[in-house]
């Protein structure tokens, strides 16, 4: 039976409720409701395919540009990191930063691809969105609304990667955390799909959500021409809580109906110490200099799966801090890619190995 896990991924829980405090009055941000799911899957959505002529976003362009572009008309929200909101509209996208309390090292320009990257492909033709809850679910549990499943295609027939950006179970960092793993993964020719969930109630809630997009990707498998055999789940500080969680005990001790377990789990920065009886391979990375989930947490961890013969592959990044996301321009630069490899070294032989080099433009062939 999984524990409840209803801490928010930290060890400092009280000084990050200090900063979620501080940056709540700063930036106007409202509670976030609470509630539970049920389970039925919906059919994918489909793409805006909004008209050519909208001009890229720029570090210039603001909160309001992004909540207002035809490209995201529907889902605008989803993007950014707080439910329930009521954001400063007139904030620029090269300040994205001070909506992510709890991370560090977020780059505007890697924030500005990931953004720009859903509005070309949403123009190919590309659902880019899913909701992963009923129209009826949504009405009866208002807050399921929080969650849904972002898409980046890679190649057809490919394993998938279901990333849990991180954000102490109080907001979700995708834009940091989410888009800019899932483009690194796609130019490689992994299909990858980024889970918002429910904040504000722990980490139950949001591992049951992230279970329950295991089950509709599988559910939907054929149409997202995406392989249901191999897949792998990242996480980041508490998105990396939900994916050992479903690496330990399966998407079924969550609600789901899936039973199978990844064939991989990557955790970034995390003080997660629960266990299964048997755990899949496990790619684990942390900053030297992380002062909310120490290195030597994840090294205890590291210990114990290797004392159950799991297959890890651990790195401690010097000079760097919790919450640095991709890496970009820092110590952690290109371990998107090198936890890629990780994964698909252990791939059953049944499916598509993607090369480990670039798909031009996540390319579907």
Known sequence: MAPNHQDAGSDRYPLRLLVIATACFALGLGEVKAQQGAMHLPSPTVAANAPPGIQPLTPDSTISDLLNHPDF?????????????????????????????????????TVLSGLNRLVELNRQGVSV????????????????????????????????????????????????????????????GFNAF?????????????????????????????????????????????????????GSHGPSAFGANTTKRPST???????????????????????????????????????????????????????????????????AQGWIKEAAEFWQAHLPDTVLHPKTQTNPRGNRN
């Open 73 to 109: 008309r529907g889902f605008a929200r989803h993007l950014l990191p707080w439910a329930d909101t009521r954001y400063d509209e007139s904030l620029p996208l090269r300040q994205i930063s001070r909506l992510l309390p709890y991370h560090s090292s977020v780059d505007p320009e």
């Open 129 to 188: 969105f899913h909701e992963i809850y009923s129209e009826q679910e949504r009405v009866q549990k208002p807050d399921l609304d929080e969650a849904g499943l972002f898409f980046f295609p890679g190649k057809a027939g490919a394993p998938f990667a279901l990333i849990a950006p991180g954000g102490g179970f109080s907001y979700v960092g995708s834009v940091h955390e989410g888009f800019p793993y899932a483009i690194s993964l796609a130019e490689l």
């Open 194 to 246: 980024i889970v918002t969930y429910r904040t504000g109630q722990g980490g139950r809630a949001a591992t049951e959500d992230m279970a329950r997009t295991v089950d509709y990707i599988m559910a939907n498998a054929d149409a997202l021409k995406v392989a249901s055999a191999g897949y792998s789940v990242w996480g980041s500080s508490a998105g990396a809580r939900m994916a050992a969680y479903l």
């Open 265 to 331: 789990v990557v955790m970034a920065y995390t003080s997660h110490s629960d266990l299964g009886d048997i755990e899949p391979p496990t790619y684990a990375i942390v900053g030297e200099r992380d002062g909310i989930a120490p290195p030597v947490n994840m090294q205890r961890r590291v210990k114990a799966l290797q004392n159950l013969d799991t297959d890890v592959s651990f790195r401690i990044v010097p000079d760097i801090g919790h919450g640095f996301g991709a890496g970009t321009n820092t110590p």
